[in-house]
């Protein structure tokens, strides 16, 4: 792997390639804040796609694009006199050095000069603290909650804002609690759905979501991975019936449901076998 010096000089070279393109590239000069956010939020989902396959490879080529994107982002800021790189940097420097006082940062550059405190025995333990210490900062969260992004997917969403509630002591006493929880809200969507009050059964079925996505977070489970893979293996069965319908040369359309569950369960024997 590559010595310090050199991930630095690479940083550089990065920063020093975005500089000469926003200058000479015409479609780097024409890019503003608002042009880039939607291929950022693309970049970042191509990132996540990769994290979730075990793709190294491609988990350092989609990292690679988002920090092309931070460091344009940083460009955009010295341009308007607002903030460079060097700002982001050492901004989110302070920022893990002071929540984390539990470490003894003297001599640090940016020393945040907190008081050093007994090591939290785990890694819980060092979340209460961190969103302890967010609301002791200048310019940080206001309130438990306002740090959970408006614009985070709802699944994601609901997971935070459980876990940061959790984090100041609003959660069940027992974990196996939350099942009395699941099973009342699923009651009541079925009730719901039974009487056909489409407005009712909408906000029913969010609290059964929100119900289970608790669960999930009370078993150390994150949702949101349990849904891609399964929305992966879905995609998988699904391609092979039609994969298999296609060399029969049949249309799925004129397949019964029989002869696609017939298929379908000819490709989970497939996966159990590999």
Same mark, same amino acid.
């Given at each position: 792997?590559?010595?310090?010096?050199?991930?630095?000089?690479?940083?550089?070279?990065?920063?020093?390639? !975005?500089?000469?393109?926003?200058?000479?590239?015409?479609?780097? &000069?024409?890019?503003?804040?608002?042009?880039?956010?939607?291929?950022?939020?693309?970049?970042?989902?191509?990132?996540?796609?990769?994290?979730?396959?075990?793709?190294?490879?491609?988990?350092?080529?989609?990292?690679?694009?988002?920090?092309?994107?931070?460091?344009?982002?940083?460009?955009?800021?010295?341009?308007?006199?607002?903030?460079?790189?060097?700002?982001?940097?050492? !901004?989110?420097?302070?920022?893990?050095?002071?929540?984390?006082?539990?470490?003894?940062?003297?001599?640090?550059?940016?020393?945040?000069?907190?008081?050093?405190?007994?090591?939290?025995?785990?890694?819980?333990?060092?979340?209460?603290?961190?969103?302890?210490?967010? !609301? &002791?900062?200048?310019?940080?969260?206001?309130?438990?909650?306002?740090?959970?992004?408006?614009?985070?997917?709802?699944?994601?969403?609901?997971?935070?804002?459980?876990? @940061?509630?959790?984090?100041?002591?609003?959660?069940?006493?027992?974990?196996?609690?939350?099942?009395?929880?699941? &099973?009342?809200?699923?009651?009541?969507?079925?009730?719901?759905?039974? &009487?056909?009050?489409?407005?009712?059964?909408?906000?029913?079925?969010?609290?059964?979501?929100?119900?289970?996505?608790?669960?999930?977070?009370?078993?150390?489970?994150?949702?949101?991975?349990?849904?891609?893979?399964?929305?992966?293996?879905?995609?998988?069965?699904?391609?092979?019936?039609?994969?298999?319908?296609?060399?029969?040369?049949?249309?799925? @359309?004129?397949?019964?449901?029989?002869?696609?569950?017939?298929?379908?369960?000819?490709?989970?024997? !497939?996966?159990?076998?590999?």
């Amino acid at each position: 792997m590559n010595t310090r010096e050199k991930k630095l000089e690479a940083i550089g070279r990065l920063l020093d390639v !975005q500089e000469r393109l926003r200058k000479e590239c015409p479609w780097d &000069r024409k890019q503003t804040f608002e042009s880039l956010r939607p291929n950022t939020i693309e970049e970042v989902f191509e990132l996540a796609d990769a994290l979730m396959r075990h793709d190294l490879h491609n988990v350092k080529k989609e990292l690679g694009d988002v920090m092309e994107h931070v460091v344009f982002y940083a460009i955009l800021g010295d341009e308007a006199g607002a903030f460079d790189i060097a700002d982001v940097c050492n !901004q989110e420097a302070d920022k893990l050095m002071f929540r984390h006082p539990f470490i003894d940062w003297t001599g640090w550059p940016g020393d945040p000069k907190a008081q050093v405190t007994d090591m939290p025995e785990d890694g819980e333990a060092v979340e209460v603290t961190w969103e302890q210490i967010k !609301q &002791r900062e200048k310019d940080g969260n206001k309130t438990v909650l306002s740090g959970v992004p408006d614009a985070l997917p709802s699944l994601i969403k609901a997971y935070r804002i459980q876990d @940061k509630a959790r984090n100041v002591g609003f959660d069940w006493e027992h974990k196996e609690d939350v099942w009395d929880k699941v &099973r009342e809200e699923l009651g009541e969507l079925e009730a719901e759905l039974k &009487r056909e009050d489409a407005e009712r059964s909408a906000k029913e079925l969010g609290d059964f979501l929100f119900s289970v996505i608790n669960a999930a977070r009370l078993y150390h489970i994150n949702p949101d991975n349990a849904l891609e893979e399964t929305n992966q293996k879905f995609i998988r069965r699904f391609n092979y019936v039609e994969r298999k319908a296609k060399e029969a040369g049949k249309s799925l @359309k004129d397949m019964t449901l029989g002869e696609m569950d017939a298929l379908w369960d000819e490709a989970k024997r !497939q996966e159990r076998t590999r």
